[in-house]
């Protein structure tokens, strides 16, 4: 079974520019949920989808935002980048037991 | 809200030794899950033990165990017969039971473990 697959790898990008990543989750999977991880604030929950909608939002400003598609593969935007956007930004996808979940390797974002 | 306190920025440990990892939380409900991460230089995060608060019983997976203390609000991980390839960015993180639209993990600021030949 795949794991739960991220791109790019690595991203970078200037001040003001914008940003899409991907993240398609194991096969079945309907959930997948996004984190911010940087060494000062640690990892933060950005949002999860289900089934293509929106079920939890962090608290993160709107710049941030994300979609989800019917094969369940989800991405994350955002917009208008800032310096402190750069991050490692973790994808996980759960397939609907209550606890399990599995996480990709990330995108290493560097905002310049 | 809940909160995930891990107060060992740093932890090392030699070769073949045990360690354990020390995690609080603060929490008002009574049934929640309860995580160990490992988080290699790969990036990747790696499910290392759970445990449901409404079980009584340790976790244990293989040369990894948990400590819950439920009243004191305590979740440490033991690590035995440590490896080299135990070294690594350890999280500990939490999350409701049932947790309807509110799923999400929150996560201790975790403990860089390093193991020593």
């Known amino acids: 079974k795949a794991g739960v697959t991220q791109t790019p790898r690595y991203l970078i990008k200037t001040r003001g520019q914008q940003v899409t990543l991907s993240c398609s989750p194991i096969?079945?999977?309907?959930?997948v949920s996004w984190y911010q991880q940087t060494p000062g604030q640690g990892l933060q929950f950005l949002f999860e989808?289900?089934?293509?909608?929106?079920?939890n939002k962090g608290n993160f400003p709107g710049r941030f935002s994300g979609r989800q598609f019917s094969n369940s593969r989800s991405e994350m935007n955002v917009s208008t980048l800032e310096l402190g956007d750069s991050a490692l930004y973790l994808c996980?996808?759960?397939?609907?037991?209550?606890?399990?979940?599995?996480f990709g390797s990330g995108t290493r974002l560097t905002v310049v | 809200a809940q909160t995930v306190t891990q107060s060992q920025p740093e932890m090392s440990v030699q070769e073949a030794e045990t360690v354990t990892l020390s995690c609080t939380y603060d929490?008002?409900?009574?049934?929640?899950?309860l995580f160990w991460y490992k988080q290699p230089p790969s990036r990747q995060m790696i499910l290392v033990i759970r445990?449901?608060?409404?079980k009584q019983q340790n976790a244990t997976e293989n040369r990894f165990s948990v400590n819950f203390q439920k009243a004191a609000k305590s979740f440490s991980l033991k690590i035995s017969d440590s490896q080299l390839g135990d070294a690594a960015m350890y999280f500990c993180?939490?999350?409701?039971?049932?947790?309807?639209?509110?799923?999400?993990?929150?996560w201790g600021l975790g403990t860089s473990l390093a193991v020593n030949p």
């Open positions: 993180a939490y999350r409701r039971y049932n947790a309807g639209n509110n799923r999400k993990l929150i």
């Open positions: 989808y289900f089934s293509e909608t929106q079920r």
């Open positions: 445990q449901e608060a409404y």
């Open positions: 996980a996808s759960n397939g609907g037991l209550n606890y399990g979940y599995t």
């Open positions: 096969s079945g999977h309907r959930s």
């Open positions: 929490t008002s409900e009574s049934d929640y899950y």
